[in-house]
């Protein structure tokens, strides 16, 4: 069986694809991480697990960009060629385009090729191939032509064979289509033309090819909408000649004839192939999975927004343009057998009833002889039950689990969990959690009075987990108001949305004091707030400066007349907690989520005045806790570091500053965010002083190990 799952949208930013698409997706030196490149000027790198572009880099007006973005995988950097003839290599440091390294060919690139274990290649127009770092010790050179005139490269491909590359390229000429094998290993180039038949006489619109032993298997998708397929040896017996190789039918009518946007063919597994493209001809665009091996179509999915006719496959992720939007739709494919190409694997027997094994052990009613007549059918309807028991498989604990999840009680899920998880873990341990959390949430979903909240705490605390697996995770909790489970979820999930992480903090910064009392949260992250002695410690203390910061001193010359005129308010707001601790715990929990500020900014601007004026005085209260000691930590097991207070600072500032300012009860902690800001200034001014004069002495102390040079130096301490 096959499974198309969940779409997503990768780029919520408008593409420059022209009315071809996009010029390529590939892959990165992650394999999380992909180099989109439109048809026009920009490459923007993506990670797909975020959902967000890391970086994006454009040509200068006025130039195109005409191949794909590829990543060297020996060092990785980024090639792209602008212009047919202008190569250029950066990295992730590089911002402007214009400024990094370039280089200018000779002729024509058609296209760069980049895989794990070799260099990148630099496949010209004319079917020359060089090696980028011959190409770039001489950028000049010669470059020879290997197809003929009036031949034009349509696509092409790099394998890695038994260590060595391999380069496949099909070119069209009047109609007729060629084949070019390149072998780097033996240096040999080997030409093919593909036979078609008297009924075949049809455009080629896709190609694509795997690649086995002893064979090439190239596919190719007709115009009148059938799958074709060419066998190419990769050992050819004469290397000289054009040799012809014939092809055989092997899908018939997987779409419709003339497409409106074209049609998209790739290879997924040995057994299986998805296809772009509308399956009649008055249908909405479809992406379909067939099997190859059955000649089955094992699923599909409307397209209703159109596509480009481009389809690109890494890691079990599918990617395609859906509308003007960059999409991806993840994929499974199960071994093929005939069961499930037809649709019976696993699924035809009712789901309540035990699956039977494949044999009946008759050996365990051998020990029952033939009695008397009258004692024949107890003994007969014995020797049954016997083997009714002895069919009865013993389920393993996941498939037991999964089972109870369907229907039984909150509390017997429970156990079933607990016996699961102390089982060892196989294999197959973190797809089964995502079976099981899948599951949970779909049964939450379907009976509102279902939450089994220790069940769904226990599977985060696996750490098998992430926001990308289940995002109804969160959702559901969010709904539920759980404020314990958002906060597992924060300190345990590596990847939640921007978006997400703002709800979360909207929930902890408005639910009810009385509520949080009775929620079990943790607080390892929370100090304790209510040390007396540390209070008289601060009382008697409060004139001495703490990291060149006093609460009491007037900082600055023209700030508020009513703040200075009650330097005992200042002392107060050092040792007391705006917030209780139960709430301090779960603003910590967001302080340490992970975030980009420029997805987080939009979603900041949406909390309540009230509430970012309370965050801010708790952020102020933990940076003045800071401030108490040498080495500016928070005490406690895992609490909010120095930089993470001063980010969400600044982060609640840029969102938020008009209204904070219009709002009265913030005037006083807005000054008093100054006045630290005014002293820590002062601080790092002096310190920079310390700094400059420790350089001149250990240079003067460099400079006396030459001797026999006289000289005069001036030294300046400030």
Not at 151 to 157: D, F
Not at 168 to 195: D, P
Not at 332 to 359: I, N, R, T, W
Not at 617 to 628: H, M, P, T, V
Request: proline share 5%; hydrophobic share 40%.
């Amino acid at each position: 069986m096959a499974a198309l799952e969940e779409e997503f949208t990768l780029s919520t930013v408008f593409l420059g694809a022209g009315p071809d698409g996009l010029l390529g997706v590939e892959q990165s030196d992650k394999t999380d991480q992909f180099l989109v490149t439109d048809s026009g000027r920009t490459v923007i790198h993506y990670k797909v697990s975020d959902q967000k572009p890391l970086g994006s880099w454009s040509v200068k007006q006025g130039h195109i960009i005409t191949c794909p973005a590829v990543c060297n995988f020996q060092t990785g950097e980024y090639i792209v060629v602008h212009d047919s003839k202008v190569l250029r290599i950066w990295n992730n440091e590089n911002v402007n385009l214009d400024k990094v390294f370039k280089a200018t060919l000779s002729a024509e690139v058609f296209r760069i090729h980049s895989i794990q274990g070799t260099e990148p290649l630099v496949q010209f127009k004319g079917g020359a191939v060089r090696g980028l770092e011959a190409l770039l010790a001489e950028p000049q050179q010669k470059i020879e032509t290997v197809i003929s005139d009036e031949e034009v490269i349509k696509w092409s491909k790099f394998f890695m064979a038994f260590r060595y590359p391999v380069l496949i390229f099909i070119t069209e000429k009047h109609g007729n289509y060629f084949a070019y094998v390149q072998m780097f290993n033996s240096c040999t180039l080997s030409k093919y033309t593909l036979l078609l038949g008297q009924e075949e006489k049809s455009v080629i619109q896709s190609f694509t090819a795997s690649m086995d032993r002893k064979f090439i298997s190239l596919l190719s998708l007709s115009s009148h909408g059938c799958i074709y397929e060419t066998l190419i040896p990769t050992h050819p017996s004469d290397t000289e000649k054009n040799q012809k190789v014939a092809r055989s039918l092997l899908l018939k009518a997987v779409v419709s004839g003339n497409p409106r946007n074209g049609v998209a063919l790739t290879v997924l597994d040995r057994d299986h192939v998805a296809v772009l493209g509308p399956p009649l001809p008055a249908s909405k665009e479809c992406l379909s999975i067939w099997n190859i091996k059955f000649q089955t179509l094992q699923t599909s999915k409307e397209l209703p927004q159109g596509t480009s006719g481009q389809l690109w496959n890494y890691g079990e992720n599918l990617f395609m343009l859906h509308g003007k939007f960059l999409t991806v739709i993840p994929y499974k494919c199960e071994v093929s057998s005939l069961a499930g190409a037809l649709g019976k694997l696993k699924y035809s027997q009712d789901p309540g009833a035990h699956a039977m094994p494949h044999f009946v052990n008759w050996e365990t009613s051998q020990e029952y002889g033939l009695g008397s007549q009258n004692s024949e059918q107890s003994r007969r309807n014995l020797r049954r039950r016997k083997i009714e028991v002895s069919l009865q498989p013993q389920m393993p604990a996941s498939k037991q689990l999964l089972s109870a999840i369907k229907k039984d009680s909150e509390k017997h899920i429970e156990v079933e969990l607990r016996k699961f998880l102390a089982m060892k873990q196989t294999p197959d341990f973190h797809a089964i959690i995502g079976d099981v959390v899948t599951g949970l949430l779909g049964r939450c979903k379907a009976e509102p009075s279902f939450y089994p909240r220790n069940c769904l705490m226990q599977l985060i605390q696996t750490h098998v987990l992430s926001y990308s697996l289940c995002p109804g995770l969160m959702e559901v909790a969010l709904e539920k108001t759980d404020v314990q489970m958002l906060q597992l979820c924060l300190q345990h999930f590596p990847d939640i949305p921007e978006s997400v992480t703002c709800a979360c903090l909207k929930i902890f910064l408005s639910i009810g004091d009385d509520s949080l009392q009775e929620a079990d949260i943790s607080m390892e992250s929370v100090f304790d707030y209510s040390d007396s002695a540390q209070e008289e410690k601060m009382e008697e203390q409060t004139e001495i400066l703490q990291n060149g910061f006093n609460p009491g001193e007037e900082n600055c010359n023209n700030c508020d007349q009513e703040l200075n005129e009650k330097p005992q308010d200042a002392t107060e707001e050092i040792t007391s907690c705006p917030v209780i601790p139960k709430r301090a715990a779960l603003l910590n929990a967001v302080l340490h989520s992970a975030y980009s500020e420029t997805f987080l900014l939009p979603h900041l601007k949406d909390v309540a005045a009230q509430h970012i004026t309370l965050f801010l005085q708790y952020l102020y209260f933990l940076y003045l806790k800071c401030s108490e000691n040498a080495t500016m930590t928070l005490p406690g097991i895992h609490p909010p570091t120095l930089n993470q207070i001063m980010d969400w600072i600044c982060l609640l500032l840029d969102a938020n500053f008009t209204v904070v300012v219009m709002i009265p009860e913030a005037k006083r902690l807005l000054i008093n965010l100054y006045k630290f800001v005014k002293s820590q200034i002062c601080v790092y001014s002096e310190l920079n002083k310390i700094e400059v004069s420790f350089r001149e002495l250990q240079k003067l102390n460099q400079e006396k190990n030459n001797r026999g040079l006289y000289s005069i130096e001036v030294l300046e301490l400030f």
